[in-house]
């Protein structure tokens, strides 16, 4: 499958070990007849998560959509992470931790176990022009969710004995293949999982591997909403709105 900039939004997993509010690399997907582009950038291994503690809400407060994140059910800790911009400084995407925070070497490669679901929100942006004039913008969809999620698993998830020489060629692949099972959600990679999103029933395009679990749905709140995790079952999940951010602090 040809890669176009018109496949991805950004290329920076929104989840990747960054400081929070650490810009998107790229803008929004490019027109389906831009050239290919080359596969996302990957998180340097050394690199390590900002500490909760650290972490603001100013990168969050400066979006203009709602973020989501687990709803009330879900009572253990909750923490920031990162967003995402465009090339113009417009906040695109962002994601929220809940549970334990991960690290790139968790339990797959120590044993230790990491109990966690991060929430990926998404920008419903419409097909438009690109902020330097010279191009159309892609709108996002719940690929660009389900894109977003897969990789901001990968970026936690070490296999055991894996050298970490190693990884970068491993992540480099897995990534791909992310974007290759995005792209297709009506494949029978993907099986459908109704949750609720604001009290009401939606479904999410869902997939299970042996790194955890990925799923990714829109909202009737004007953002498509994408989910990953280990350790906490994705059965039992809802969605809302987060009214307010200081509860992630």
Do not use: C
């Amino acid at each position: 499958m040809e890669t176009t900039s018109s496949s991805r939004v950004g290329v920076q997993p929104a989840e990747a070990p960054a400081p929070a509010e650490a810009p998107a690399p790229a803008a929004p997907a490019e027109a389906a007849a831009a050239t290919p582009q080359p596969a996302p950038a990957q998180p340097q291994d050394a690199a390590a998560p900002v500490p909760a503690a650290r972490r603001t809400a100013d990168g969050y407060l400066r979006a203009d959509f709602p973020w989501y994140g687990l709803d009330g059910a879900f009572t253990g800790p909750r923490w920031l992470m990162q967003v995402g911009t465009g090339a113009d400084g417009t906040v695109e995407h962002g994601s929220t931790g809940h549970g334990d925070e991960p690290s790139a070497r968790g339990e797959l490669a120590t044993g230790e176990k990491e109990r966690f679901a991060v929430v990926v929100t998404v920008a419903s942006n419409p097909l438009r022009r690109s902020s330097d004039g010279t191009g159309v913008l892609e709108a996002t969809s719940v690929s660009s969710a389900a894109w977003l999620a897969g990789s901001g698993l990968l970026a936690y998830s070490w296999p055991g004995q894996m050298d970490h020489t190693l990884r970068d060629d491993w992540l480099d692949q897995q990534t791909e293949a992310a974007w290759e099972l995005a792209d297709h959600l009506d494949g029978e990679d993907w099986s459908t999982l109704s949750l609720p999103v604001d009290g009401e029933p939606m479904p999410f395009h869902y997939r299970e591997s042996e790194f955890g679990w990925v799923l990714a749905g829109s909202t009737r709140g004007g953002v498509h909403v994408g989910a990953y995790g280990r350790g906490m079952s994705a059965y039992g999940l809802g969605f809302s709105v987060i009214t307010d951010l200081a509860a992630y602090e």
